[in-house]
């Protein structure tokens, strides 16, 4: 099993759409966590961090529950500009900022 | 300045060559990561340094030698690699590894490497 799993999709939405993607991992000792951001042939962006409380940044709200030990990302109101590939990230501080990457799950907005 | 500075952004190189990637960080991070990304899967991690020192070798082959001349510097010598080494080569850089505190790490733009 590997350490984090997401759905790799793609998700094709139209704009203006709410899409949702959601993260598991493994490892309890897991610390923190992040939703990075990569557009094709171009390196990963950090999107946002998520804590506990969950957070919000504009369009985006990321959500941690640790005793499922499950990460979301929800968009409000896609835009075109959206379409990426979104990466979960663990990092297991306890090893050193160990960053784990999931596999990514890939969105695509249409008009 | 947040960012992360990788040269080059391009190499061809044969599989008898010598090469070295550069990465550079001016955030007074003391984490520094070199990651490998194949087309359609994500960064694997191949190697960090925590206060310049090797902390984690994911049991990468002897022919990429990884190399921290100073808290702000990153290489990765390359020596007779193989076609199936071509990838998309990234440096990454985190505030404090050892501080249980979110550490996000920034990327640098890659190095895409083809092997001949």
């Known amino acids: 099993r590997k350490e984090v799993e997401q759905d790799p999709g793609p998700f094709n939405v139209p704009e203006g759409a709410t899409v949702a993607f959601n993260c598991t991992y493994s490892?309890?000792?897991?610390?923190?966590f992040f939703w990075y951001r990569q557009d094709c042939r171009k390196e990963p962006k950090l999107l946002m961090s998520?804590?506990?409380s969950g957070n919000e940044d504009g369009r985006f709200t990321a959500q941690l529950n640790r005793a499922s030990q499950y990460i979301s990302l929800l968009i409000r109101d896609s835009k075109l500009s959206d379409s990426a590939t979104y990466l979960c990230?663990?990092?297991?501080?306890?090893?050193?900022?160990?960053?784990?990457f999931g596999q990514g799950t890939t969105l695509q907005v249409k008009p | 300045d947040t960012e992360v500075t990788q040269t080059p952004k391009h190499l061809v190189m044969g599989m008898t060559n010598k090469k070295s990637l550069k990465c550079e960080q001016h955030?007074?991070?003391?984490?520094m990561y070199w990651y490998k990304q194949k087309a359609k899967k994500p960064p694997e991690l191949m190697f960090v340094?925590?206060?310049?020192?090797?902390?984690i070798n994911e049991s990468v082959p002897s022919r990429f030698s990884p190399e921290c001349p100073n808290s702000s510097l990153l290489n990765l010598h390359l020596h007779a690699l193989q076609p199936e080494d071509s990838a998309l080569y990234l440096c990454?850089?985190?505030?404090?590894?050892?501080?249980?505190?979110?550490?996000?790490?920034?990327f640098g733009q890659g190095t895409r490497l083809t092997v001949v």
């Open positions: 990454a850089s985190s505030q404090d590894p050892t501080l249980t505190m979110v550490t996000e790490a920034f």
């Open positions: 490892n309890s000792a897991s610390q923190s």
């Open positions: 998520v804590y506990s």
């Open positions: 990230v663990v990092n297991r501080v306890t090893n050193t900022g160990k960053l784990i």
């Open positions: 955030m007074g991070h003391r984490a």
């Open positions: 340094y925590s206060y310049e020192k090797l902390s």
